[in-house]
């Protein structure tokens, strides 16, 4: 049974940083590929960034490199590293798993976590 669960979330004032991980269990960590995806209410769930099985990263246009995804296959985690974050930066963050290259949609991804709220204030 694949599990991902993510932690370090939170609230944080504009301008400052939060890193999010995401723990898997029940797969091959270091086979997969991975992405962080972000919804509002009443909203699509979006692309935040990506890492590909074989090392490669990807991030939506919207980031300006502002973001970091990392892995590390000892601890069976994936990270995102979040700086000189926005108000609009508000949204539940969620991570996911699939097996194969990197995509974008969320319809490409087998498996979720059950996402993890970051709230940043003006």
């Known amino acids: 049974q694949v599990q991902l669960v993510e932690s370090g979330g939170g609230s944080v004032q504009a301008g400052g940083s939060l890193r999010l991980s995401c723990t898997a269990s029940?797969?091959?960590?270091?086979?997969?590929?991975y992405g962080w995806f972000r919804q509002t209410p009443g909203k699509e769930r979006d692309f935040v960034a990506g890492?590909?099985?074989?090392?490669?990263?990807f991030y939506g246009d919207f980031l300006k490199d502002r973001f970091t995804i990392a892995r590390d296959d000892d601890k069976n985690t994936l990270y995102l590293q979040m700086k000189s974050l926005k108000p609009e930066d508000t949204a539940v963050h969620y991570c996911?798993?699939?097996?194969?290259?990197?995509?974008?949609?969320?319809?490409?991804?087998?498996?979720w976590g059950q996402g993890i709220q970051v709230t940043v204030s003006s």
């Open positions: 996911a798993a699939r097996d194969g290259v990197w995509k974008t949609h969320v319809d490409q991804y087998e498996y």
């Open positions: 029940g797969l091959p960590f270091s086979k997969y590929t």
């Open positions: 890492l590909s099985w074989s090392g490669n990263t």
